[in-house]
């Protein structure tokens, strides 16, 4: 495996509580509704020891400590594994007592799964975009078998994680989300299961539109038929009004971050994100 990563950005959540996000570039899926900027190779190569030294400054920067919680996400972070668990490694290293992985969940088989529990990884979310292999194929481009099957292998294992999915009209919509919670009922009935909204303006390409509040609703109190412990999330309660967030951004993507920005205020009311350069970070640490 390359010993490099591209790194978009880095997200510093400052308020209602301190989580770093480190979104690794590129993804093994090709998702129709997919607004993430991580999805295709763009950012800076790090190394995961330049990566590491560059969060250690960027974290100082923001919080004037190093955080001790971190969310590994992307594009798809489990893409690289020897990049993956290399970083883990530096991480704990650095007395990082709280690391998160954000995954679609096709390449965690039981050997990853493993290795995920040796390194006591703190949260996995895993995102099962449809139960149906025919519609998740068509969504993504691959099978949903080796992620049905990474569902079972984290309970097997113990691990601490939860299924996320998002409900997009008629696409993945009730139905889907049904056989989702039967799916998960016959694993463990108290699997934690997230169902967020679709957000129409961030998509790429229109597929659908955003579920109604009663549609939501309605998707919850399906699942909460097979599952105890179901949550919806949409556009208005996924953030909280004091919620704040500073990015570090490469210099080469701001025109695509701004715009990604105009789009996220007129869809989220308390949308704010401060953010600062590679470059003013690296100028920041030269001038000091």
């Known amino acids: 495996m390359a010993p490099y990563r591209k790194i ?3 997200s510093f959540v400052v ?3 301190r989580r770093v996000k480190i979104n690794l570039s590129g993804c093994n899926f090709n998702c129709r509704g997919c607004f993430a900027i991580a999805k295709d190779e763009k950012g800076c190569n790090f190394s995961v020891s330049e990566l590491i030294n560059f969060l250690i400054k960027s974290s100082k920067f923001i919080y004037k400590e190093i955080v001790e919680d971190i969310q590994l996400t992307g594009g798809e972070p489990t893409s ?3 990049f993956l668990f290399s970083l883990i490694e ?4 650095e007395n990082i007592k709280k690391i998160s992985i954000s995954t679609n969940g096709y390449l965690l088989d039981k050997n990853l799964v493993q290795e995920l529990k040796f390194f006591d990884i703190n949260l996995i979310k ?3 975009k449809a139960y149906t292999d025919r519609i998740h194929f068509w969504y993504t481009g691959k099978s949903n078998k080796n992620i049905l099957k990474a569902i079972e292998l984290l ?4 691990l601490n994680f939860y299924v996320r999915t998002i409900y997009i009209p008629n696409i993945i919509d009730c139905e889907e989300i049904k056989k989702i919670a039967k799916f998960l009922n016959k694993i463990d009935k108290n699997i934690n299961y997230k169902i967020y909204q679709f957000a129409q303006g961030h998509s790429k390409i229109p597929v659908s539109r955003p579920p109604e509040k009663s549609e ?3 998707a919850y109190n399906i699942a909460k038929e097979y599952l105890n412990n179901v949550s919806i999330f949409t ?3 996924a953030y909280s009004p004091d919620y704040k967030c500073v990015e570090i951004r490469d210099d080469n993507l701001i025109e695509e971050f701004e715009r990604i920005d105009e789009i996220s205020k007129k869809a989220i009311n308390t949308w704010y994100v401060e953010y600062y350069t590679f470059s003013q970070i690296l100028k920041e640490r030269i001038e000091k």
């Open 235 to 237: 556009t208005e309660t």
């Open 15 to 17: 308020s209602p509580f």
């Open 216 to 218: 939501m609703q309605n």
């Open 8 to 10: 978009p950005f880095l």
């Open 80 to 82: 690289n594994m020897d």
């Open 126 to 128: 895993l995102d099962l």
């Open 155 to 158: 309970c097997e294992n113990n």
């Open 90 to 93: 530096k991480l704990k290293r």
